[in-house]
């Protein structure tokens, strides 16, 4: 929008490279915004990356929170068209078990959630339990009724970095690894940051008028700084990923919401989640699962569906929702998961500075595009947003990338179906062309050489953690014990710094720990075992 604007100068800067940040730096550069977009880690490294990938129908929402159904039913149908190599049409079902009807949540329930689904607009509809079996033969099968909703999966990851590559593709400056420490304040106005980069540990200033806090739960605290309060409720959330694909149907329990009741395929695997704890501010950097927290979720999970009691778990996670506080629910499962948009020169006479929290991943789009008009209303630009029917980079109609040809031998075609599977339309952009770039380098989830260099060149990949969200490398059954060494090796010359392939792949070793470590018994066990004995071996052959 301005013009002759020095380098440290912009429209707006947004702080927090989650989904909300990455979707309101897309909206803004889309309006024709000079954007900054600011993230201490990697993208998706907050709640983002830390969640059950559920494309709400909005069913789960609808008898207790009619607004949040209605937002969640209007946003899934937006991004099963800008986002289609995002999300993965499962279809979802909410059934009710024998014991459910003993705790005042039976058949009668059900037809109040019903009720409540239409009149959010959710087409749901009572299907026979049998039917329930043959739709998904992994639910449990002494259920005695079932709805059937337009849930599905979608991945966090793919879609952050799909609206951050967009709003580079339309100009902004996207920088990671970098700290704000302080604001730029001036009587009562906001006029810009003060950054600390993590990897170069320089610091450097950037100034516009307009400032969006889109810092999740930490945002919190990123209000603090700036001199206002904004009450937040910070409810962590438990989860488990099991080692295949179990279910290919989303399945939640039709009852008040509570702990473990919803089990979302995604991918090659399953995730159970999840639940609900308030913890303090302090520790929201640093979460762990508890034992009994697994416990708790194998237990609900195995009432959802059976065969969980037997499969293999790959690791725990654990995320914090930022929820804003409204009342003193001990769980946070009462406070609204609606969306929050504040003006705090409105609100709290603090020019220059917006806040952009609560919802969801699933109402994202919707919670950049009110932040973005609250942008523009202050830089009086009067462009309307246009996120919602326009595609994502990845998502235009597939025969925009027709022109791929696939090779007929195994290998390759794998890995470029995969691609393709992840991608979209812009797996044009990966060089298929040589024998090296279509080597496979992780097998369970079909990445190849030319995929990571794909990675480092156009999606900001520095490591193996960030190479894992943007292609799923390591993320598969193995957990990377097969291909750590290899995908160590490529991304390190993909970067051009081939040394460094040892300190990446210790690197993501020590952080894949973490989550295998809440749940190292038998078959995970010995995984790790196993994991242990290759990275020892290879690191003694060299
Ligand atoms: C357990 C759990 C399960 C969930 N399941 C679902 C689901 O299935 N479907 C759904 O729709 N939603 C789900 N959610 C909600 C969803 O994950 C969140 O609402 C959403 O991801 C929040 O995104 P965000 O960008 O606002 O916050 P975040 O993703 O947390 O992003 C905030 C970012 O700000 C950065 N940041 C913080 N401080 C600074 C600073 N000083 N400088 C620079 N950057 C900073 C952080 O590093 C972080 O990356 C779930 C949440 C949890 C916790």
Same mark, same amino acid.
């Given at each position: ?35 900054? %977009? ?11 990356? *830390?969640?059950?990938?559920?494309? /709400? ?13 209605? #937002? ?97 593709? /339309? ?10 420490? #302080? ?10 940051? &003060?950054?600390? $980069? &993590? ?13 969006? $806090? ?11 700084? =700036?001199?206002? /309060? ?7 959330? =438990?989860?488990?990923?099991?080692? /295949? ?26 995730? @159970? ?65 609606? @969306? ?13 500075? @917006? ?13 950049? #595009?009110? =932040? ?61 062309? $040589? ?7 992780? #097998? ?27 292609? *799923? ?30 300190? %990446? ?38």
């Amino acid at each position: 929008m301005a013009n002759n604007l020095k380098d440290n100068e912009f429209d707006v800067i947004i702080v927090g490279g989650g989904i909300t940040g990455a979707g309101t730096a897309r909206d803004c550069s889309l309006r024709g915004l000079r954007v900054l %977009l600011i993230e201490r880690n990697d993208i998706a490294d907050g709640a983002t990356g *830390r969640n059950h990938g559920l494309l /709400h129908s909005g069913a789960r929402y609808a008898v207790k929170d009619s607004e949040s159904a209605t #937002e969640c039913i209007k946003e899934n149908m937006i991004l099963r068209n800008i986002a289609r190599n995002c999300v993965e049409d499962t279809q979802g079902l909410f059934i009710t078990l024998p014991e459910d009807a003993e705790t005042g949540f039976g058949l009668d329930y059900q037809k109040k959630f019903i009720d409540a689904c239409i009149a959010a607009g959710i087409s749901a509809k009572a299907i026979d339990p049998k039917d329930a079996i043959r739709m998904e033969p992994s639910v449990n099968p002494t259920l005695i009724g079932a709805v059937q909703v337009p849930d599905g999966s979608v991945d966090p990851f793919r879609l952050c970095s799909a609206n951050v590559l967009d709003a580079k593709l /339309h100009g902004a400056k996207v920088i990671t690894y970098t700290e704000v420490t #302080e604001f730029v304040k001036e009587d009562n106005t906001i006029k810009g940051v &003060k950054v600390h $980069n &993590k990897k170069t540990g320089e610091d450097a200033v950037y100034y516009a008028p307009v400032t969006v $806090n889109a810092a999740g739960i930490w945002g919190h605290s990123i209000a603090e700084m =700036a001199g206002v /309060h904004v009450g937040m409720y910070p409810a962590k959330g =438990a989860l488990l990923v099991f080692g /295949h694909r179990v279910n290919n149907v989303v399945i939640n329990r039709c009852r008040k919401s509570a702990d473990g009741d919803i089990l979302v395929p995604g991918d090659t695997v399953t995730v @159970i989640g999840t639940t609900s704890t308030k913890v303090p501010f302090e520790e929201c950097d640093n979460m762990s699962v508890t034992r009994e927290e697994v416990e708790l979720l194998l237990r609900e999970g195995c009432a959802l569906c059976p065969s969980l009691a037997n499969t293999r778990i790959l690791r725990a996670y654990a995320g914090v929702r930022p929820l804003v506080a409204s009342d003193d629910d001990p769980t946070g499962r009462s406070i609204s998961r609606g @969306i929050v948009c504040l003006d705090h020169e409105t609100r709290d006479g603090i020019k220059g500075f @917006i806040t952009i929290t609560g919802g969801k991943l699933m109402t994202y789009r919707l919670m950049a #595009e009110w =932040a973005t008009d609250a942008v523009c209303r202050k830089l009086a630009v009067a462009e309307q947003c246009k996120t919602a029917v326009t595609p994502l980079p990845g998502s235009e109609p597939k025969d925009q990338y027709s022109e791929v040809k696939i090779p007929q031998f195994a290998g390759a075609n794998l890995g470029m179906k995969a691609s393709i599977g992840r991608q979209g339309s812009m797996v044009r952009k990966i060089d298929f062309t $040589n024998a090296e770039d279509r080597e496979l380098v992780c #097998e369970c989830e079909q990445v190849t050489v030319g995929e990571i260099r794909y990675a480092v060149n156009e999606l900001g990949v520095t490591s193996l953690r960030d190479l894992r969200r943007r292609t *799923r490398v390591g993320m598969g059954t193995c957990q990377g014990a097969f291909c750590i060494g290899k995908a160590a090796a490529a991304l390190a010359a993909a970067l051009g710094k081939p040394e460094m392939a040892d300190q %990446l792949a210790a690197d993501y070793l020590n952080e894949r720990w973490k989550g295998m470590s809440a749940v190292g018994w038998g078959d995970t066990l010995r995984e790790m075992e196993y994991l242990q004995r290759v990275y020892k071996s290879s690191n003694e052959s060299k």
